[in-house]
């Protein structure tokens, strides 16, 4: 519990607000008790003044009489001596603490003004003030005012009990929106938690719905497109290794069929000869699927590296064109192509020239005896285009979408004469695209097929 985030952070909260709040409490608490105190010595003062101002002016008897009897109806009391300290008259009982105070009166120091002389009204049972008598420049008397501290003390018991109620309220408030806070940000941690746990356990979806907008639902919308990319990989993967299984079966299926039949007794040496042939044909189908596979393969891994060069276009087209022409003339079909010289690109000259036969085979499989097929460079602004057209038989318009998919084949039934891989787009697009560029089909059926390939131009700063 105590390692969770939401402890963490809700007791990192509390303690910052809580030492702010008793800061606060602490100098507002202070401030006003002290005011509250000295508004009631102030007050006393002001009274024992006002006494001594009335004497001043009738140092008599009766005068005295008569603030001794004011005094007793009030909460304070009145304590009148002569220039010595000797008590003329007194509105209540003396007790011992007050008779300490005149005692302790310096007589001889007499200032006008009157003074508080005791003020410890936390350990003391009275407040003290003295306002000594003048008349005319002659020292009379002095006036004692006492207060009983329990005024004072009950003043700033309410004061601290009003505090105390506050201050509990406050943070009892703050618990509950730290905790409320908390919650906010760690719930949906917890969730984020458990979702992730789920799609390592092998769980493909996670719902991790969240209109918030912040970035802890940023990241929950992260987690949830990474889920489902993760889950279309896995689809993907599934789908792939059916086809691979399903296209390694079937040449072997052929090649155990005819060495079955081989072994039989009843068969002419002639027969033997065209099957060995069939089985011949069929391994070296397997063998190529096989590489061409772990071409891709190794693709994925991105572990093949692109080792590009600035090189000649032009050099490269003719370099393969040279190589696919006896394949051409074999079908009858004439090749044309078209480059200007100067064109230079930057790509790996191997690979492209593996892209560049992958593409001419598919025209030459798919033209007709006798067909034409061109090859053309034409340099723009910001790229290079190469475009391979024939006027072969064309892929149907629901299957043009597709012919970039691995294993993916226009014909479904593999028969032995046009069976291709269904691999060699796909090789072609990863190639092309590992050099930055694009590759695209269009075709009509029955009129021919092209196939365009765009490669931004750049040399080394690329
Ligand atoms: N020029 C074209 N004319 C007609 N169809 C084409 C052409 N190029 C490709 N296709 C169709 O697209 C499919 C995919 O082509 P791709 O090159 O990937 O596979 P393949 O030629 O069958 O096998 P591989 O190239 O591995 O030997 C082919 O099966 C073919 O039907
Ligand atoms: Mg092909």
Not at 33 to 45: F, G, P, Q, S, T
Not at 210 to 216: A, G, I, N, S
Not at 384 to 402: A, M, N, Q, V
């Amino acid at each position: 519990m105590f390692t969770k985030l939401s402890f963490k952070i809700g007791f990192l909260f509390f303690i910052f607000i809580f030492i702010i709040e008793s800061i606060l409490f602490f100098v507002l608490y202070t401030n006003l008790a002290n005011e509250r105190i000295e508004e009631v010595m102030d007050n006393l003062l002001a009274r024992g003044n006002t006494h001594s101002e009335v004497l001043e002016t009738n140092f008599d008897e009766s005068t005295i009489e008569h603030v001794g009897i004011m005094e007793s109806a009030s909460d304070f009391v009145v304590v009148i001596t002569d220039e010595a300290g000797n008590v003329i008259i007194h509105s209540d009982p003396i007790e011992p603490e007050m008779m300490e105070v005149i005692k302790h009166t310096d007589y001889d120091e007499i200032s006008t003004k009157g003074k508080v002389v005791e003020d410890r009204w936390d350990d003391k049972q009275y407040i003290a003030a003295d306002s000594p008598v003048n008349v005319d420049g002659e020292h009379k008397g002095h006036v004692f005012m006492f207060a009983d501290t329990n005024n004072v003390k009950n003043v700033v018991n309410e004061l601290s009990n009003q505090f105390i109620f506050v201050a509990l309220m406050t943070v009892g408030l703050t618990i509950i929106t730290v905790f409320i806070l908390s919650r906010l940000i760690t719930h949906p941690l917890i969730k984020m938690k458990k979702a992730t746990e789920q799609l390592s356990k092998g769980k493909n979806k996670v719902e991790l719905h969240t209109d918030r907008k912040d970035e802890l639902g940023e990241l929950a919308n992260s987690i949830t497109k990474l889920a489902n990319e993760l889950d279309q990989l896995k689809t993907e993967r599934n789908e792939f290794l059916a086809s691979i299984s399903h296209e390694l079966r079937t040449p072997l299926t052929y090649i155990k069929g005819y060495a079955d039949i081989i072994n039989r007794q009843d068969i002419t040496d002639a027969e033997v000869k065209e099957y060995i042939t069939i089985i011949r044909e069929e391994s070296e189908h397997l063998s190529i699927l096989i590489k061409n596979l772990f071409e891709l393969a190794k693709m994925d891994e991105n572990k093949f590296s692109v080792q590009r060069e600035e090189v000649s276009l032009c050099t490269v087209i003719q370099t393969v064109a040279d190589r696919v022409n006896p394949a051409f003339s074999d079908k009858d079909i004439t090749l044309f192509v078209s480059c200007p010289k100067e064109i230079i690109a930057f790509v790996d000259p191997e690979r492209f020239q593996q892209l560049l036969i992958n593409i001419l085979d598919n025209a030459k499989k798919h033209s007709f005896e006798g067909g034409r097929v061109w090859l053309k460079v034409s340099q723009m602004e910001q790229e290079i285009s190469i475009t391979i057209s024939d006027e072969g038989d064309g892929i149907p318009k629901d299957d043009l979408p597709y012919i970039f998919e691995r294993l993916y084949r226009v014909e479904k039934s593999r028969s032995r004469q046009s069976g291709g891989t269904g691999l060699g787009l796909a090789i072609a697009k990863e190639i092309i695209e590992s050099h930055g560029g694009h590759i695209e089909a269009k075709s009509e059926q029955g009129e021919g097929t092209s196939v365009i390939i765009r490669l931004t131009r750049g040399g080394n700063n690329e």
